[in-house]
């Protein structure tokens, strides 16, 4: 019994040169080693790994962060309810311009080494924060995996700060190093804020971190908007095999809510519309709770 336990779970077999049949989590490939390099990333992909997040400067100009900007407050105003104004959902089709960021091969190339070819974009999202803007709680982009998140990660976001990030301006916080610890972090850590730093940068930067890693952001002191546009991508492996987005809520009616489950009818994801600003919050504890089970 005591011998069983022992390999449980079992360990890769140390006699063996090839342990997995992938690469090793965050490894570098020949083709993304040589893309980055030539886009002056290959540092960025080391600090992305090490410390779990990365600034890219200067990515977008001037601008094309002005026109970036100016749509997403226009198109916030189509958002109704509560998010009528500070946010923009489901920007990609919305308006040409956006097709332009996520196609940016420096995006690309750091997307393709976290999240591996074939990443989906999972969202593409204006955030808007008036002056007064609280303090955004440090969290997980990969809210809904449960731990321990896997070496590998399954996400990442980038933001594109349409203004400055100075202290006042409520820049975006990390938590360096955080993705080792593969969880959320538990309440006293997201009240603490632990080696939490700013993120200063200039406006039209990249800057992104893995799913796993602990941010937030800090209040807006200052006066005017903060913009930002939200860019989130995730591993392709948990798209499933067959799509029955055919069958809608008609075809639903009366059936087992079963089936609305199976079919993801009833988690938060994939809730955005055009008008609604973000994902149905009603839904998102039951989503989480779900994804722990
Ligand atoms: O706006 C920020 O600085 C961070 C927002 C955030 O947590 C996110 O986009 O995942
Ligand atoms: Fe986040």
Redesign the pocket.
Known sequence: MKEIIKEFPPGPDKSLKRKYISPEPLSISKSIRNSAEKLGLYDHLIFLRNEGYCIIENVFKDRFVAEIRKKIISLAEESEGDFKGLSAAMLLGRDPIFEEVVTNSKLLNIVEFAVGKGALLSQLLG?IRPQGGGN?DI?I?SAWTPAPLPDYPLMI?A?MPCEDFTLKA???KVIPKSHLYKRQPYKDEVKSEDGAIPILCKKGSLVFWLGSTW???YPRLKKGKRV?L?I?FSRLMMRPIENYDHLNDSWLKGKPKSIKTMLGRDDFLGTSTKFSGGTDRSKTIKTFNRSHS
């Open positions: 955030g955004f969290h982009d976001t933001c409520g820049p975006t941010h937030g952001n930002v939200h989130s």
